[in-house]
């Protein structure tokens, strides 16, 4: 009895359709995976900058310096944070200025679609977003517009 013995395994066939698959999965999930990344970006620069504002007006109301409108865009220093205005992140260039605002620019990340925006805080805590950030409700900063 010679019988021909089945062969296991996928055909082609079967192998790019689950490739097909998968691309097309892929293609849904990346740029929502992008958005998070920049999302990240922004709440590691909103955190420096509010860090950067409760310091200065601790700093201000206890006497230790100037009121903030006082201070020079380069020269505010907030020993507490061992901050000085040019000590950026990798992602921003923040900058704390006398007309009462901190600002975090973001930097050049490659040609990337959010290179140069630039989110403000005010002294009073209010957040102002750029065109391709959207304001979180209740002043709750920014993140990447939908």
Request: charged residues 15%; glycine residues 8%; proline residues 2%.
């Amino acid at each position: 009895m010679n019988r021909m013995q089945r062969q296991k395994g996928f055909t082609l066939i079967e192998i790019l359709i689950v490739i097909v698959i998968l691309a097309v999965l892929a293609a849904m999930v990346l740029p929502r995976m992008l958005i998070q990344t920049e999302n990240g970006y922004i709440s590691e620069a909103q955190n420096i900058m509010g860090a950067l504002r409760s310091a200065e007006i601790t700093a201000t109301d206890s006497g230790a310096q100037a009121a903030w409108s006082a201070q020079a865009d380069t020269t505010i220093a907030i020993p507490a944070l061992n901050w000085k205005a040019g000590n950026d992140s990798n992602n921003w260039t923040i900058v704390a200025t006398a007309a009462n605002t901190i600002t975090a620019t973001r930097k050049n990340s490659g040609g990337g679609t959010y290179d140069g925006q630039v989110i403000t805080l005010s002294e009073a805590g209010a957040w102002t977003c750029p065109a391709k950030y959207a304001a979180v409700a209740n002043n709750g900063g920014c993140r990447v517009a939908s």
